[in-house]
C-alpha cells in the first residue's frame, strides 16, 4: 500500500497520472466533438442524440446515471490532471532555482509554459461552457433539453462565439503537445518514430480543433440556423 502511493509521489508516477487522465480526457473531448457533428442533420437529429445521452445503458441502468458515470469519470479525470500538472511543475522550480539557458530546453520551458497557460484557459472555458449550455446560467433564452436550440441562439452572441473559438484553438495547442509528450511517457520515444508521433499528434489536434471551432462559425455564418 505504502509502495503504491510512494510510487504515485515520484515523478514518473506524476507523469502517468497525467498521461492517463489526459487519454481520458482526449477520449471525451473527441467523442464529444464527433457527437456535437450531428448539429449539420438539423434540430431532430441532434436534441435526439442529445436525449440518447440521457438514456444511455438503460434498461440496466436508470435514466441520467450513465451520464452521471461519466461526468464523475472526467470530474476525476480533470482534478488528478491538474493536480499533477500543479505538481510537476512545483517539482521542477525546486529542483531548477535558474532559468535554462540551453537552446533545447528554452525551448521545452516554452512549451510546457503554453501547456499551463492553455490548461488555465481551457479551465476557465469549462467552467463557462456548464454554465452556458448544461446550466443554462449564462445563456440568453436557455430551454432545458432544447440542445439544438440552445446551441444556435447561444452562438448568435459574437462575443460567445468568439470566446469559444479562442478557448478551443488552446485546446488545439494543448492536445497537439499533450498527445506528443503522451507518447514520450509511454516510452514510444525513438528517432525513426517521432516524425510520426508528431503527425498523429497534429492528425487529432486539427481534427478536434476545425470540428469544435466550425460550429460557432457555423451559426454566425448562418449555415447553422
Ligand atoms: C464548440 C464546441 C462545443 C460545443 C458546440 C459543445 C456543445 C455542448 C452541449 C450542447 C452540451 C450540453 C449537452 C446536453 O445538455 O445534452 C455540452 C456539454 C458539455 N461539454 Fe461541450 N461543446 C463544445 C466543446 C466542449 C469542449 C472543448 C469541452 C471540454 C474541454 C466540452 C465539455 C463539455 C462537458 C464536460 C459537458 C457537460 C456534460 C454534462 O455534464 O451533461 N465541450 N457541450
Same mark, same amino acid.
Given at each position: 500500500?505504502?509502495?503504491?502511493?510512494?510510487?504515485?509521489?515520484?515523478?514518473?508516477?506524476?507523469?502517468?497520472?497525467?498521461?492517463?487522465?489526459?487519454?481520458?480526457?482526449?477520449?471525451?473531448?473527441?467523442?464529444?466533438?464527433?457527437?456535437?457533428?450531428?448539429?449539420?442533420?438539423?434540430?431532430?437529429?441532434?436534441?435526439?442524440?442529445?436525449?440518447?445521452?440521457?438514456?444511455?445503458?438503460?434498461?440496466?441502468?436508470?435514466?441520467?446515471?450513465?451520464?452521471?458515470?461519466?461526468?464523475?469519470?472526467?470530474?476525476?479525470?480533470?482534478?488528478?490532471?491538474?493536480?499533477?500538472?500543479?505538481?510537476?511543475?512545483?517539482?521542477?522550480?525546486?529542483?531548477?532555482?535558474?532559468?535554462?539557458?540551453?537552446?533545447?530546453?528554452?525551448?521545452?520551458?516554452?512549451?510546457?509554459?503554453?501547456?499551463?497557460?492553455?490548461?488555465?484557459?481551457?479551465? $476557465?472555458?469549462?467552467?463557462?461552457?456548464?454554465?452556458?449550455? *448544461? +446550466? @443554462?446560467?449564462? =445563456? #440568453?433564452?436557455?430551454? %432545458?433539453?432544447?440542445?439544438?436550440?440552445?446551441?444556435?441562439?447561444?452562438?448568435?452572441?459574437?462575443?460567445?462565439?468568439?470566446?469559444?473559438?479562442?478557448?478551443?484553438?488552446?485546446?488545439?495547442?494543448? $492536445?497537439?503537445?499533450?498527445?506528443?509528450?503522451?507518447?514520450? *511517457? +509511454? @516510452?514510444?520515444? =525513438? #528517432?525513426?518514430?517521432? %516524425?510520426?508521433?508528431?503527425?498523429?499528434?497534429?492528425?487529432?489536434?486539427?481534427?478536434?480543433?476545425?470540428?469544435?471551432?466550425?460550429?460557432?462559425?457555423?451559426?454566425?455564418?448562418?449555415?447553422?440556423?
Amino acid at each position: 500500500m505504502t509502495a503504491t502511493f510512494g510510487f504515485w509521489r515520484t515523478t514518473l508516477g506524476k507523469k502517468a497520472v497525467m498521461a492517463v487522465t489526459g487519454l481520458i480526457l482526449f477520449g471525451f473531448v473527441f467523442v464529444h466533438m464527433y457527437g456535437n457533428l450531428k448539429m449539420y442533420q438539423g434540430e431532430a437529429k441532434f436534441d435526439h442524440y442529445a436525449e440518447a445521452l440521457r438514456e444511455l445503458g438503460q434498461p440496466i441502468l436508470g435514466e441520467g446515471q450513465a451520464l452521471w458515470i461519466a461526468r464523475a469519470v472526467l470530474l476525476a479525470a480533470v482534478v488528478l490532471h491538474i493536480w499533477s500538472a500543479w505538481s510537476l511543475t512545483m517539482q521542477s522550480r525546486r529542483a531548477r532555482p535558474v532559468a535554462y539557458q540551453r537552446h533545447d530546453l528554452l525551448q521545452s520551458n516554452y512549451a510546457m509554459r503554453t501547456m499551463r497557460w492553455g490548461g488555465v484557459i481551457l479551465l $476557465l472555458f469549462i467552467i463557462y461552457h456548464l454554465a452556458h449550455l *448544461t +446550466l @443554462g446560467w449564462a =445563456h #440568453p433564452d436557455f430551454t %432545458p433539453g432544447k440542445v439544438y436550440q440552445n446551441v444556435t441562439i447561444g452562438f448568435q452572441v459574437v462575443w460567445v462565439s468568439a470566446f469559444y473559438i479562442v478557448a478551443n484553438l488552446a485546446l488545439g495547442f494543448h $492536445l497537439y503537445h499533450g498527445l506528443w509528450s503522451l507518447f514520450q *511517457t +509511454l @516510452g514510444l520515444n =525513438h #528517432p525513426a518514430w517521432n %516524425p510520426w508521433r508528431r503527425r498523429f499528434a497534429a492528425l487529432f489536434a486539427v481534427a478536434v480543433t476545425v470540428g469544435n471551432v466550425s460550429f460557432p462559425i457555423a451559426v454566425l455564418t448562418g449555415v447553422v440556423r
